[in-house]
């Protein structure tokens, strides 16, 4: 199983015509199955490397989306998470988009489990795009979550606005157990551009990036983490659901 601490920063999607377009957003509906027998839907939106939008298990009763949040990596990898409404990552897809299928795997966070999974791009004209950027810069205060399930990565971060474009922040993080380890930070920023930077210390920076509904924390330097003084393998790294 791939490394659950997989952080969500996206690219264009190489989609049908397998060309960048940073200025647009492409949207895509895909249908097939996990483990050759468990029908889904997935609907998606792509901008900036950023995908949004939901899936669907076809089998269920009420057949609800589950938000997916999700990346494109080199050479057509793309890695889609399920997020709940706390917050939680029930499910990831870790998968290849290649002549209009998207093939590979989905894993769960709750067990070791992993299976196939292979779904084609079909006709959807009614499909709406999602929506990346925040509403209003007033909407950005509140809290935000992540967890890869209760043994997995986890993260919270509370943001406040203390007074015009300046927001104080408290955030921790562990990594999945046994033997957790800590990331932590707290202190006020600037928003500019609908971010802030974090600065733990001199060497060590994190951008705080908002959008629609949710914030990712991105190093400000590669091979920074050296300088933060976490524990081993903790970060500030990851996305983060607007819970509150």
């Known amino acids: 199983m791939r490394a659950l601490k997989t952080i969500l ?7 049908i015509c397998h060309a960048q377009q940073n200025s647009t957003i492409q949207k895509y509906t895909l249908t097939g199955f996990i483990n050759k027998k468990i029908p889904v839907e997935l609907n998606i939106s792509i901008s ?7 899936i669907r298990y076809l089998n269920t009763k009420l057949k609800k989306p589950i938000k997916i949040i999700g990346r494109v990596e080199d050479q057509n990898q793309y890695s889609l998470h399920e997020f709940e409404k706390d ?51 007033d909407q950005l205060a ?18 406040k606005k203390l ?4 927001y ?6 562990v990594t999945h157990d046994p033997g957790r380890n800590i990331a932590d930070a707290s202190g006020k920023a600037i928003l500019k551009n609908n971010q802030l930077i974090i600065q733990v210390n001199k060497s060590c920076k994190f951008s705080v990036k ?31 659901l607007k819970v509150k």
Do not use: R
Request: hydrophobic share 30%.
């Open 48 to 54: 900036n490397q950023l995908i949004l939008g939901n």
């Open 168 to 173: 104080t922040y408290d955030i921790g993080s």
């Open 87 to 137: 917050g939680n990552i029930s499910g990831s897809i870790y998968a290849t988009f290649k002549d209009n299928k998207l093939e590979g795997n989905w894993s769960a966070t709750k067990a070791d489990t992993s299976y196939a999974t292979s779904l084609i791009v079909k006709a959807n004209p009614n499909l709406k795009p999602e929506i990346f950027s925040p509403f209003q810069t």
């Open 142 to 159: 509140g809290e935000y979550s992540y967890q890869y399930g209760e043994k997995g990565y986890q993260g919270n971060i509370s943001i």
């Open 210 to 240: 908002f959008y629609h509904g949710f914030l990712m924390i991105t190093q400000e330097s590669p091979g920074q983490l050296n300088d933060c003084e976490f524990g081993f393998n903790a970060t500030l790294e990851g996305t983060y």
């Open 9 to 15: 920063i996206m690219l264009s999607f190489a989609g």
């Open 163 to 166: 007074s015009g474009n300046i």
